[in-house]
């Protein structure tokens, strides 16, 4: 994630209005341990079923809950297809997360990731959110943060050795153009991937022009996705109905036996939040 979207780096633009029937609202307090007072902000359209979906959405610096909510499409489309969204605020100054000290990429290690994991656990709890349909996805900061909330390479390894269980999949966009996080972390980001979900780093397809012109699609059997835009900066546009494809909110993504699903534009490192988590998206949209 370094530098690429599943990295972290600052969004400084935002792709599409929110057009969502309600508001943000906060949980101030009494979620859980939340060591770095990491803000938790959230969007519960009306009608939602008795075990919904929850998408955990997370900003690039210089960034805000309150950016992210208004500035894509994850909250308008949750008034259609009846998931939570959460919208993690990142508590220090540059408003950037912290993703890569030992106290973050630890499981409980007192970091923010323990902070956002505690949003996550409240939602199951309180609103009975499927914690079998629990994904996470970010821009350029908030990228990296979805890579540390998966849970990927040696850091995870070490952490869980013998672990054998389902890893979540992963789909990863970034720009050829990134001057913030380099696109030779894209490559990167795509190795440690499959390598850890046991996948060749050849890709089984390409496909050029999608999901637009100057795009090109490789996929890595079902588990990987990645998504390289030719000529295009850090400011890659957000693409919120792939990703509910790839989450199974609704249909035409993959369709894997096991496993969960994990989506990324940008590059980085991730350690797990928890067993419930299915699916993340990171993208190196924005920029510092």
Not at 53 to 61: G, N, P, Q, T
Not at 184 to 195: G, K, R
């Amino acid at each position: 994630m370094v530098s690429l979207k599943t990295v972290f780096a600052t969004l400084a633009t935002v792709v599409g209005a929110n057009a969502a029937a309600g508001s943000l609202q906060q949980v101030a307090s009494g979620f859980g341990t939340n060591p770095n007072n990491v803000g938790f902000y959230y969007y519960k359209p009306s009608g939602l079923p008795a075990k919904p979906a929850l998408i955990v959405a997370i900003h690039y610096c210089t960034g805000s809950a309150q950016a992210y909510f208004s500035g894509s499409q994850y909250a308008n489309l949750a008034d259609t297809y009846k998931y939570i969204v959460i919208y993690p605020d990142a508590p220090r100054s540059g408003k950037c997360f912290d993703v890569n000290t030992s106290g973050t990429l630890s499981h409980n290690g007192g970091g923010d990731s323990q902070g956002i994991a505690s949003m996550v656990t409240y939602a199951i709890n309180t609103w009975g959110v499927d914690a079998g349909r629990v994904f996470v996805t970010g821009s350029s900061s908030g990228a990296m943060m979805t890579n540390v909330m998966a849970g990927s390479g040696d850091l995870v390894r070490a952490a869980y050795p013998g672990y054998s269980g389902p890893r979540p999949r992963m789909m990863l966009w970034h720009g050829s153009a990134d001057t913030t996080l380099y696109y030779a972390n894209f490559q990167q980001e795509i190795l440690q991937w499959t390598n850890v979900l046991g996948v060749s780093s050849t890709p089984t397809t390409t496909t050029q022009n999608d999901p637009q012109s100057s795009y090109t699609h490789t996929s890595y059997g079902c588990v990987v996705q990645a998504y390289s835009a030719a000529g295009i900066g850090h400011n890659l546009p957000i693409h919120e109905s792939i990703d509910l494809q790839w989450f199974g909110i609704t249909p035409g993504g993959p369709s894997c036996a096991g496993g969960t699903t994990t989506t990324t534009k940008g590059g980085t490192t991730t350690t797990p939040i928890s067993t419930t988590l299915k699916t993340t998206t990171t993208t190196t949209n924005g920029g510092t």
